[in-house]
């Protein structure tokens, strides 16, 4: 098969788009053709280098995969059925996996990070990964809905125990996770504040359902909250963006708040005051992906058309440097997609 591969560390230059062995799809695997391959930044730690992590060399990334089945072995699917793929691998036999909380899993992983993932033609993955999507469903979508949609949904929906009443801000909503999270917190009828930067990209965070977008280059996202909300704060942050933002973000909470975050993109050290914490009654959660069963949710609200993932631009497998360069940009808005003829 065809592949887009690392064999070191460094710059987007690195990808070689070569040929590659066929995965060997393990005893109750199923063997996917590839269509599309949505990109993350854990793409671009991976091929930049992680502090004391590991990657397999040479490497094919990819957590977000949506194609047709090859081979079905006893997963009960028919040769060609179209598929999209649950990111997160886990044992299946501990307590937390036959909890559905299989993101706590002790062996937890992502396909694509310490195993070959969708850079690719073909890829192989566990029965319980393989999800049927419908005939409306493109693969180029597909691909883009699982990782953002399901950490998304474990942090408003699980982690947040988002309601109706609540009001949710959302940092960079042209983000993966961002736009995903705007789409959620609308759909189960919160208000939502969400943050980008510049005209055209608050109007795409309008688009998908923000009642307030704050200009995060020029507005004081704290007096906009504050003034939206009467003075309360938000009850809900979703903060991904780490260092740059973790202070204000704090301080948008209402008393008795809930910040969650899934990751920090712009480092990870910060400063908290305690007393903002006891004083004010916040919780701060910690989200990492999310269970198969919760994707599941997650899903069908996209096969009814509720949600949607935002495409910024597609690539074919044979331009994933090109495709890296793009996401390293700042004017994207959505996911990159690559795309395997």
Known sequence: MKAAR???????????????????????GVLVRVRACAMNHLDLWQ??????????????????????????????????????????????????????????????DVLGYQSNGGYAELVAVPAANVIAIPSHIEFAAAAAFPLVFLTAWHMLMTRARLIESDVVLVLAAGSG???????????????????????????????????????????DVLARVRQF??????????????????????????????????GATSGFKTDLDL??????????????????????????LFFDGAVAPVIDSTFPLSETAQAHRRMESSDRFGKIVLVVN
Not at 6 to 28: I, L, M, N, R
Not at 59 to 76: F, L, P, R, W
Not at 243 to 257: H, I, M, N, Y
Request: net charge positive; aromatic share 6%.
């Open 6 to 28: 690392f064999h070191e560390h460094g710059g987007p230059e690195v990808f070689k788009y070569e040929d590659a062995p066929d995965p060997v799809t393990p005893p109750g």
């Open 47 to 108: 091929r930049r280098g992680l502090e004391r992590v590991r990657i397999p060399m040479p490497h094919i990334s990819g957590a977000d995969v949506s194609g047709e089945v090859v081979e079905a072995g006893s997963s009960g699917l028919a040769a060609g059925t179209r598929v999209m793929l649950q990111p997160g691998l886990s044992c299946g036999r501990c307590a937390r996996c036959l909890a559905g909380e299989d993101n706590y899993c002790a062996s937890y």
């Open 177 to 219: 996770v961002g736009h995903a999270a705007v789409q959620i917190a609308r759909a189960a009828r919160a208000r939502v504040i969400a943050t980008a930067r510049g005209p055209a990209k608050m109007e795409r965070a309008r688009q998908l359902g923000a009642d307030l977008v704050v200009d995060a280059d020029q507005d």
């Open 229 to 262: 909300t009467g003075g309360r704060g938000a009850d809900v942050v979703v903060e991904h963006v780490g260092q740059a933002t973790w202070e204000k973000s704090v301080r948008c909470l209402a008393r008795g708040g809930r910040l969650v975050t899934c």
């Open 275 to 300: 007393r903002h914490l006891f004083a004010r009654q916040l919780t701060f959660l910690g989200s990492y992906m999310g269970g198969k069963a919760e994707l599941l949710r997650a899903a069908y």
